[in-house]
């Protein structure tokens, strides 16, 4: 069927399939129009600003299937945490390290409801899970979006996601090939460089995709990284030697291979959008992303530079035959049928957030004590002061937030919101001293940052350090009598530490190893 389909497509309808483009909106708009019904682009992407409520995002894609010629892959970032798209009415997934203490019998679970739920909504493609060993404690990008920094640990934590996505007829991508975790610069904003030679690769980076890729999943996402013994020239998104000869050939993969944004920093402020195409096809990508200013105008011009290099002979129809007639077998296998006009609120009790009670043990479980003391729990006699951030985005994958969630507002007690730009260190320091206990939240700070600077300023006897996000904050704060991990800032797990501050209740293993002696 597949190939019969092929045989009938024209040269700009087979490129059509090889694309993903972002778009704005929420509803079916002139742009997804002209996208889908005019350029037969074959991927959709959604982001936040596309998604208002379950009702409006099923509709907009049942209409988005039901206008294209041709099956469509309707995706989005959905890995967990701070990296969600549906984030209202639908189960919520914790982030990959706040998962670490779940059981596998757990963790197949949550993910494969959510896969589930997804699903009805209309989406078949999800970015994730993120299968990057975080190696590297200064990561900006990965961090807590990796299982752990241990190999074995992500390949078995991953495997199960993904199997439990794909299970539910969502199909994952690995990422970020050839892996992500021992960089220090955030592709989003500039071209991460990594020395390490393939042996090395073999024994840390590429444990986890050789394994899970033996469990038979569908795609592969590749990342925007410079590996100088691999390949010196170009980025591994846009090099023939990662894709081909690595994936491929060395590791025998013969399933989807999608591009990360091509519109990051790391590749766009570097090559024209016609040498992303010819480089990024070349290099055996079956479908490139784009995501960025997602304006028509760029769209059209990449469409168009597409099709000219494939008249200039730069790139083979062969090629474009090859992704194609892969592309069409797999939407074939994750076909989507939405038979519903409309999601009504009885439909949505009966269909969503099915796993409410495991999604909060799971929230529960995932607050760890690294170090703690007889400063926890907190009474309700005792007098104590939360010192909480002004939460900025981590990474720019994160999802805006303007959800005022804070400890003080769970606990009701005295807060103060702290901001560098406003600098307000002095009078964080002259009110501290009134209190009992001060409970100072960290969200991914650094050696010069605003957060140890107050922790270094406070009395550390009276003080509960809470990471927000990122564990490896204890590095740079130095010596803690009391350190508690989240992993993940969302209303919904600010609330499971709340509650663990004031039971003393608290997972006490790491998934990561932090080198300091408690």
Do not use: W
């Given at each position: 069927m597949s190939k019969e389909l092929l045989s009938k497509m024209t040269l700009e309808e087979k490129i059509g399939q090889m694309l993903c483009f972002a778009f704005h909106g929420t509803e079916y708009n002139e742009q997804l129009k002209i996208l889908i019904e005019d350029h037969h682009i074959g991927t959709i992407i959604h982001f936040a600003r596309n998604i208002e409520n379950l009702d409006q995002i099923y509709k907009l894609n049942k209409a988005i299937h039901e206008k294209s010629k041709y099956p469509m892959f309707i995706g989005l970032d959905h890995e967990g945490g701070m990296v969600r798209r549906v984030m209202e009415d639908i189960t919520y997934l914790p982030g990959a390290m706040a998962l670490s203490n779940a059981t596998d019998e757990e963790l197949y679970k949550i993910?494969?409801?959510?896969?589930?739920?997804?699903?009805?909504?209309?989406?078949?493609?999800?970015?994730?899970?993120?299968?990057?060993?975080?190696?590297?404690?200064?990561?900006?990008?990965?961090?807590?979006?990796?299982?752990?920094?241990?190999?074995?640990?992500?390949?078995?934590?991953?495997?199960?996601?993904?199997?439990?996505?794909?299970?539910?007829?969502?199909?994952?991508?690995?990422?970020?090939?050839?892996?992500?975790?021992?960089?220090?610069?955030?592709?989003?904003?500039?071209?991460?460089?990594?020395?390490?030679?393939?042996?090395?690769?073999?024994?840390?980076?590429?444990?986890?995709?050789?394994?899970?890729?033996?469990?038979?999943?569908?795609?592969?996402?590749?990342?925007?990284?410079?590996?100088?013994?691999?390949?010196?020239?170009?980025?591994?998104?846009?090099?023939?030697?990662?894709?081909?000869?690595?994936?491929?050939?060395?590791?025998?993969?013969?399933?989807?291979?999608?591009?990360?944004?091509?519109?990051?920093?790391?590749?766009?402020?570097?090559?024209?959008?016609?040498?992303?195409?010819?480089?990024?096809?070349?290099?055996?990508?079956?479908?490139?992303?784009?995501c960025g200013k997602a304006t028509l105008d760029e769209q059209e011009t990449i469409i168009n530079d597409f099709i000219n290099l494939?008249?200039?002979?730069?790139?083979?129809?062969?090629?474009?035959?090859?992704?194609?007639?892969?592309?069409?077998?797999?939407?074939?296998?994750?076909?989507?049928?939405?038979?519903?006009?409309?999601?009504?609120?009885?439909?949505?009790?009966?269909?969503?957030?099915?796993?409410?009670?495991?999604?909060?043990?799971?929230?529960?479980?995932?607050?760890?004590?690294?170090?703690?003391?007889?400063?926890?729990?907190?009474?309700?006699?005792?007098?104590?002061?939360?010192?909480?951030?002004?939460?900025?985005?981590?990474?720019?994958?994160?999802?805006?937030?303007?959800?005022?969630?804070?400890?003080?507002?769970?606990?009701?007690?005295?807060?103060?919101?702290?901001?560098?730009?406003?600098?307000?260190?002095?009078n964080i320091v002259q009110n501290a001293s009134k209190y009992d206990k001060i409970i100072l939240a960290t969200y991914n700070t650094n050696k010069d940052g605003y957060g140890c600077k107050i922790y270094n300023s406070l009395d550390k006897s009276k003080v509960i350090c809470v990471a927000l996000r990122s564990p490896y904050d204890i590095i740079h704060l130095g010596e803690c009598y009391n350190y508690i991990c989240s992993f993940d800032c969302t209303k919904e797990s600010i609330k499971a530490i709340s509650n663990a501050l004031l039971t003393n209740e608290f997972s006490v293993k790491l998934p990561i190893n932090l080198n300091i002696k408690k």
């Open positions: 993910y494969n409801q959510t896969g589930k739920e997804l699903k009805i909504l209309g989406f078949n493609m999800n970015f994730m899970p993120s299968v990057d060993v975080n190696n590297n404690p200064y990561n900006p990008v990965i961090n807590s979006r990796s299982y752990s920094d241990e190999p074995n640990m992500v390949s078995k934590r991953g495997g199960i996601a993904a199997v439990a996505m794909q299970d539910a007829l969502v199909l994952p991508t690995l990422k970020h090939f050839p892996g992500h975790g021992n960089t220090s610069v955030d592709s989003h904003v500039g071209l991460p460089i990594v020395e390490d030679t393939l042996e090395q690769l073999f024994e840390t980076e590429l444990v986890p995709f050789k394994e899970i890729i033996k469990k038979d999943i569908d795609g592969v996402m590749v990342a925007h990284i410079l590996y100088k013994k691999i390949d010196d020239e170009l980025p591994s998104s846009l090099s023939y030697k990662v894709i081909t000869n690595l994936l491929k050939e060395k590791l025998g993969y013969k399933k989807l291979v999608i591009t990360d944004s091509l519109t990051m920093s790391a590749i766009y402020n570097r090559y024209s959008l016609k040498e992303i195409v010819e480089k990024g096809i070349n290099a055996g990508n079956d479908i490139i992303m784009f494939v008249k200039e002979g730069k790139i083979k129809e062969e090629r474009i035959n090859e992704s194609v007639l892969k592309i069409l077998k797999l939407k074939e296998k994750y076909k989507t049928n939405l038979g519903k006009n409309y999601l009504d609120k009885e439909f949505i009790k009966n269909n969503f957030n099915q796993e409410k009670e495991l999604s909060k043990l799971l929230t529960k479980k995932s607050i760890t004590a690294f170090v703690r003391n007889e400063l926890l729990p907190i009474n309700k006699n005792d007098k104590v002061l939360s010192v909480f951030p002004k939460i900025n985005l981590a990474t720019l994958v994160d999802n805006a937030t303007n959800d005022c969630t804070t400890i003080g507002s769970i606990l009701k007690c005295d807060e103060i919101i702290y901001d560098e730009k406003e600098n307000n260190l002095e």
